[in-house]
Structure formats: structure tokens, C-alpha cells
């Protein structure tokens, strides 16, 4: 059993649409990271939270931790944001172990 | 942002050497890096973290005298591949935090570009 689950696992959009992707874990956590890897394997880091919900210019990040569940928003999505995104969560068990999603692969069409 | 820089891309190699990937944080000290390993079409994979003047914690299953790690000083981690194997052929990531003093989290993570190894 893996300890973060992302749904979807791949994502095809048409540019414009808004577009969801879930997170949920079973360990404690002291923070939740969502990433974005690029084709050429670069990553980038989009949010770090622990509570509450966080916005940066189309994306928006939210967090439930009562649920143990959060959701990346893109909002009027484009054909840039295709790429792999992941949900990472730290938990404080053992040192601030990480625990990493399979990725959900976005393809956004022109 | 912080920026990680990672050295080299891209590496090929003959199996029996070794292969040294560094990993520098150029504008800011990092007290913790990350070393991750990740196959054609899978997630991260987290085989260590490495504090600076300490030796690395390895995530179960990886062999610390296989990959070995250096955090001298903090602005460089090394990960170093002793005699390599075309299995150990991956894409390997490092990632560095900028630490939050305040709390316990390890911080926003800043990745590096990757490097990709190929084991003939």
C-alpha cells in the first residue's frame, strides 16, 4: 500500500479547462509538496503547506488535514502546464521521512 | 527563487567505474540535501538524505557502500556510483531546503536538473 495516492494517474485537457488533481496519504504529516517535472526531468516545487489552501497565479493548492487529502487546482489550463505533476508529503515520523505520489502525467491540447 | 545547480547532465559510463554527480546550492546554504533515483515513467524515489558535516541517512534498500555521499560543505553534496552497473542506469535528482528555523518542517525544496546516467 503506498502512503500517498494521486488520482487521476493521466489527464488530457483542453486548453482553457480547469483542471483538478487529488492527493490523499495515511501518514501523519508535517507538510504536504506539490512538484511539477517537466519532460527534460527538471522539477520544480510549486507549494510547500500544511494547513489551509495557497495560491499562485493559476494554481491553487488546497489542504484538508483532518481528511488527510489535498487537491491542485489549475485554472484556465495551458498547453505549458503539460508535464508530470506530484504530491510529496513529509512526515515528521523517523526525521522527516518523504513519502512520494506515482504523478499524474497532464496534457493540455492546444 | 533559491537555485540548485547539478553536475553533469548526462553521463555515460563503462560498468565497473564509478561516476561522482555533485549537487551545489548557489545562493543559499543547505544544510539538508536529497538524493533521488527515478526510472522511465515512475515517481521519485528517495535514497538519501545528507546533512551537512554528518553522514548520510539511506532510505532502506539502498546500499550506502553502492552510493555513497558526501556533504562537506553547505553549498555541495556529492552522490558517487562505485562500480557501476547497467541496473544502476537512472535518472538521479538531487534536491536541497531552505530551512524554516521555526518550524519542523524540512522547508521548500529546491530541485536540481537531474542526471542522467547510462551504464554500458
Known amino acids: 500500500k503506498n502512503e500517498v495516492e494521486q488520482s487521476p494517474q493521466n489527464l488530457t485537457a483542453q486548453e482553457g479547462e480547469f483542471i483538478t488533481i487529488n492527493c490523499s496519504y495515511s501518514?501523519?504529516?508535517?507538510?504536504l509538496h506539490w512538484l511539477q517535472q517537466h519532460p527534460g526531468g527538471g522539477i520544480v516545487s510549486l507549494f510547500m503547506?500544511?494547513?489551509g489552501k495557497k495560491k499562485h497565479g493559476r494554481l491553487i493548492a488546497t489542504i484538508n488535514i483532518q481528511e488527510k487529502h489535498s487537491s491542485l487546482h489549475i485554472t484556465a489550463s495551458h498547453p505549458r502546464d503539460s508535464a508530470v505533476y506530484i504530491c510529496a508529503v513529509e512526515s515528521p515520523l523517523g526525521g522527516n521521512q518523504f513519502y512520494f505520489g506515482t504523478g499524474t502525467s497532464l496534457t493540455v491540447i492546444p | 527563487g533559491a537555485v540548485v545547480s547539478q553536475h553533469p547532465s548526462w553521463v555515460i559510463c563503462k560498468s565497473g567505474t564509478s561516476v561522482k554527480i555533485e549537487c551545489r546550492s548557489l545562493d543559499f546554504q543547505a544544510t539538508t540535501m536529497f538524493w533521488y533515483r527515478q526510472f522511465p515513467k515512475q515517481s521519485l524515489m528517495l535514497m538519501a538524505t545528507?546533512?551537512?558535516?554528518?553522514?548520510?541517512?539511506?532510505e532502506q534498500g539502498v546500499e550506502k557502500d553502492k552510493f555513497l555521499i558526501n556533504h562537506a560543505s553547505l553549498t555541495l553534496s556529492t552522490l558517487t556510483v562505485t562500480s557501476a552497473h547497467p541496473e544502476d542506469s537512472s535518472f538521479y535528482i538531487c534536491?536541497?531546503?531552505?530551512?524554516?528555523?521555526?518550524?519542523?518542517?524540512?522547508?521548500?525544496?529546491?530541485f536540481g536538473e537531474g542526471s542522467r546516467l547510462t551504464v554500458l
Open positions: 545528507s546533512n551537512e558535516g554528518s553522514k548520510a541517512t539511506y
Open positions: 501518514v501523519g504529516i508535517s507538510a
Open positions: 503547506l500544511s494547513s
Open positions: 534536491s536541497a531546503s531552505v530551512p524554516h528555523p521555526s518550524t519542523v518542517n524540512t522547508g521548500e525544496l529546491f
